[in-house]
């Protein structure tokens, strides 16, 4: 057989210039340290990489847990066909998560350091440990995947075999962190912008992880379907907007009530940045929520997934708010990330999306039914286990 | 007892001798250059500010409660029982939450070191273990960096204030400042003229998260129970349908 050369197309040149760049970055980032490859500054110490690659990467990632609620825990089984990449999306978004830290990190050898030195009073020192615990049981869901693929059943029967207790700890594994995120903040309540600052940063952080955790799932079926040419699971597709949509409101109304207690709503009144990037943020929410009550929206698959792109960015608007906006009148300087920090994001995101389309072009990511989205109930025994561990 | 440091701002003259006691202790460089930086760094633990007529001297605060060691997921940062809120580089993996949380902007990060350590003033921990001074209180001439007991100081501070009520501004930093700090101030006008946060908070920071944090054990039981249960039951549903279907 002969080897065949990648085709050169304008999304793989653009995937190739990024890499470039972020290689360089990353040369950049161990010959010169943080700050020769970083903006960041002792007024201002966490960057780019924290607020997006970490607080949006791990929220990205949200999906994994949340279907596994749904297919296996509250046992709604229709939802069967979407499980599979979301968990492929979660296992990859936390694994270039800690690829991101290594970057962050100014040690990054020592990343295991909080795995034997302990601070139960440390946010992060929670968040290192329910990364880790969860990346784990990741890897046991996605893994029956790659034993699918080969035929090695022996394994597969001992990982179906803890199976729910694993499903169990990985969604409260990712209770914990997901809103343990936010809780980073609540130590800084005279430094975080008050429209962002609350009491209540661990419910926002846990709630919009679940909504774009939906969004995600939404987002790669819709990709997936013209990658592969599969047929869209439009009316699965379509309920799950519906649960997004009531989550994205009571997420809204929180927010709403809450800064109503906290009377803060004078503050949008002033003219600054803060107020213009939260006036974008809400919109990029609210607009999908509400085009989402409407049954002609959410059945057709562009104005879907024009929504739902809407909340991914209303989700990455907040994220970023949070750890760079909403920090910087207090830091008393300006942040604007470096272009080697951009570099490393972008090519983490790029490679992100290379691999999913690889292992998903290799892996039996995506379940086979050509036309009739209510694919066939009819699976072998051997697929079953495998189907049950995922 | 727990040791503290008194500054009185009405009795420093500028004249940076603790910038340099505090560098050679430390062994790092100070000249003309870093002299005229009015800004703590890593290369300079304390820093001697300007405001006007008035000076002031930034170092870190070591809070009764410290948020920077609440944060620290490795616990590199200690409260020790003498006052000191010291650092164990050999931890540190370098995260920056410390810098992040500080509520008085006091932490440095070594940036363009290719393996970096976190640097603040440790209020000379090892010297006053061993019943010394801290280097600044050592080689002020004017008294206004004082090291002590912090009863005593805080005592010592009262009374000034009360001996001439019209020098000074009748308040003391660091007393009820996030809950307390082992570095206190005395100064002429309000604390914020001479550079002094005083939109921080009055209780101690770590709470904030302790709050939250307290609460892991309950959600992780409660979910447990919960997730598994609504397992059980959704499982159940599914069995007896698969069960009863054929029958129809």
Known sequence: ?390 | MSKAILYDSTLCIGCKACEGGCAERWGLPYNDKIAAEERISAHKLTAVETHGERFSRRLCMHCAEPTCVSVCPVGALQKTSLGPVVYDAEKCMGCRYCVQACPFQVPSYEWNERLPKMRKCDMCFERQSQGKQTACAEVCPTGATKNGDRDQLLAEARQRIAEKPGQYYGKIYGVKEVGGTSVLYLSAVPFEQIGLRTSVPQEALPDLTWRVLELTPDVVSTGSVLLGGIWWITNRRGEVARKEGPRK
């Open chain 1, 1 to 390: 057989m002969k080897l065949k050369l990648p085709k050169v197309t304008v999304w793989r040149a653009i995937l190739a210039v990024i890499l470039l760049s972020g290689l360089y970055a990353t040369y950049l980032r161990i010959r010169y340290g943080l700050g020769g490859s970083t903006n960041l500054t002792d007024q201002f110490p966490w960057g780019l990489w924290i607020g997006f690659d970490v607080l949006c990467g791990v929220g990205l990632a949200a999906g994994g847990f949340t279907l596994v609620a749904i297919v296996h825990i509250f046992n709604i089984e229709r939802y069967k066909p979407i499980l599979r990449p979301a968990i492929l999306t979660a296992f990859l978004g936390y694994s270039l998560v800690v690829v991101a830290l290594m970057f962050d990190l100014g040690r990054p050898d020592r990343i295991w350091h909080p795995l034997i030195m302990w601070n139960p009073h440390s946010v992060m020192f929670e968040v290192g440990w329910c990364v880790t615990l969860y990346s784990t049981v990741l890897f046991l869901e996605f893994i029956p995947v790659v034993l699918e693929k080969f035929g090695w059943h022996k394994p597969l029967g001992w990982i179906h075999n803890i199976s729910v207790p694993l499903m169990i700890a990985g969604v409260l594994l990712s209770t914990l962190h997901q809103s343990s995120l936010g809780s980073l903040y609540l130590i800084v309540p005279e430094k975080l912008y008050p429209l962002w600052y609350s009491p209540l940063l661990p419910l926002l952080f846990y709630i919009s992880a679940i909504a774009v955790g939906l969004s995600m799932t939404i987002f790669e079926s819709w990709h997936s379907s013209r990658a592969f040419g599969r047929a869209l699971e439009l009316s699965l597709l379509a309920s799950m907007a519906r649960v997004l949509a009531v989550l994205m409101s009571a997420y809204l109304w929180i927010r709403f009530l809450d800064m109503a207690h906290r009377g803060v709503f004078g503050l949008l009144l002033r003219n600054r940045t803060e107020t213009w990037l939260f006036a974008l943020e809400i919109a990029l929410m609210a607009v999908p929520t509400v085009l989402l009550y409407q049954r002609k929206v959410r059945m057709s698959p562009g104005a879907l997934y024009a929504c739902v792109v809407m909340v991914l960015f209303g989700f990455i608007a907040n994220r970023l708010n949070v750890a760079v906006t909403g920090m910087e009148a207090s830091s008393g300087t300006h942040y604007i990330p470096k272009w080697t920090e951009v570099a490393v994001t972008l090519s983490i995101v790029g490679a992100g999306f290379a691999i999913f389309r690889v292992v998903a072009e290799y892996f039996p990511i995506f379940e086979a039914h050509p036309s009739n989205e209510e694919a066939p109930r009819k699976v072998a025994e051997m697929e079953a286990v495998a189907v049950a561990v995922k």
